[in-house]
C-alpha cells in the first residue's frame, strides 16, 4: 500500500520560503514521477511541479521563478522549496504519485500552510 | 498555461445521470489522451476516478465513465448515488510537459 506524508511547518511569514517534505513508505522513490500540488482554501487544485528520481524537473510556469524541488533517495522523500511567499500562497499543499503523464493515483493526506505575520 | 474550463455546478436525482464537460485547447486536452478527473469530497484528498480519458482505477464503480471529442472531456456518472456529491476536477497533460486543472465542478444530488 503506497503511502505519502506532507511535513512542515503549518505557519510561514510573508517574503520568507515555504519548505515542505512528502515521505514516501510502500513504494520506491525511484519507482515513478512524484508531483506537489496546492489549493487554496475554498478554491481549485493547482499542480506546482513534478521530480523524477534522476532530480529532473519541471515546474507550472506561473511559479517557476519561486519553485525549487529536490529528493533523498536515501530517505525516500522528496521536498518543496517555495521562495518569497505572500497571502497567495496560503493553501493546502499535497504531494502525489502518478499513474504516468502526471494522473495521480496517490495522494498524501495535504498539509495547510498558511501565509501571515 | 491556461485552467480548463468546467462548469462551476451541476446536479441530479438519485438515479439519473449527469455529465460535467471539460474544455481546453489543442495544447492540452486536444494533443494529448492524458485527461484525468478527480473526486474531491469536503476536507479530503483528491480521489483519481478516470486516468487516460476513460480508464477506471481498480476499485472505481463503473458508473463512472470518460470520453473526449476534439478539445473537450466529459465525465459522466450514471445512476446517480448520494455519496456522489462532491467536487470534481479534470486534468490534461501538456505540449509543455506540465499539467493543467480545470476549475471544479460541484455536484450536488438533489
Known amino acids: 500500500q503506497v503511502q505519502l506524508q506532507e511535513s512542515g511547518p503549518g505557519l510561514v511569514k510573508p517574503s520568507e520560503t515555504l519548505s515542505l517534505t512528502c515521505t514516501v513508505s510502500g513504494d520506491s522513490i525511484t519507482s515513478s514521477y512524484w508531483s506537489w500540488i496546492r489549493q487554496p482554501p475554498g478554491r481549485g487544485l493547482e499542480w506546482i511541479g513534478f521530480i523524477y528520481y534522476t532530480g529532473s524537473t519541471n515546474y507550472n510556469p506561473s511559479l517557476k521563478s519561486r519553485v525549487t524541488m529536490s529528493l533523498d533517495t536515501s530517505k525516500n522523500q522528496f521536498s518543496l522549496r517555495l521562495s518569497s511567499v505572500s497571502a497567495a500562497d496560503t493553501a493546502i499543499y499535497y504531494c502525489a504519485r502518478e499513474v504516468h503523464y502526471l494522473q495521480f493515483e496517490y495522494w498524501g493526506q495535504g498539509t495547510l500552510v498558511t501565509v501571515s505575520s | 498555461q491556461s485552467a480548463l474550463t468546467q462548469p462551476a455546478s451541476v446536479s441530479g436525482s438519485p438515479g439519473q445521470s449527469i455529465t460535467i464537460s471539460c474544455t481546453g485547447t489543442s495544447s492540452d486536452i486536444g494533443g494529448y489522451n492524458y485527461v484525468s478527473w478527480y473526486q474531491q469530497h469536503p476536507g479530503k484528498a483528491p480521489k483519481l476516478m478516470i486516468y487516460d480519458v476513460s480508464n477506471r482505477p481498480s476499485g472505481v464503480s463503473p458508473r463512472f465513465s470518460g470520453s473526449k471529442s476534439g478539445n473537450t472531456a466529459s465525465l459522466t456518472i450514471s445512476g446517480l448515488q448520494a455519496e456522489d456529491e462532491a467536487d470534481y476536477y479534470c486534468?490534461?497533460?501538456?505540449?509543455?510537459?506540465?499539467?493543467?486543472f480545470g476549475g471544479g465542478t460541484k455536484l450536488t444530488v438533489l
Open positions: 486534468s490534461s497533460y501538456t505540449t509543455s510537459s506540465t499539467l493543467v
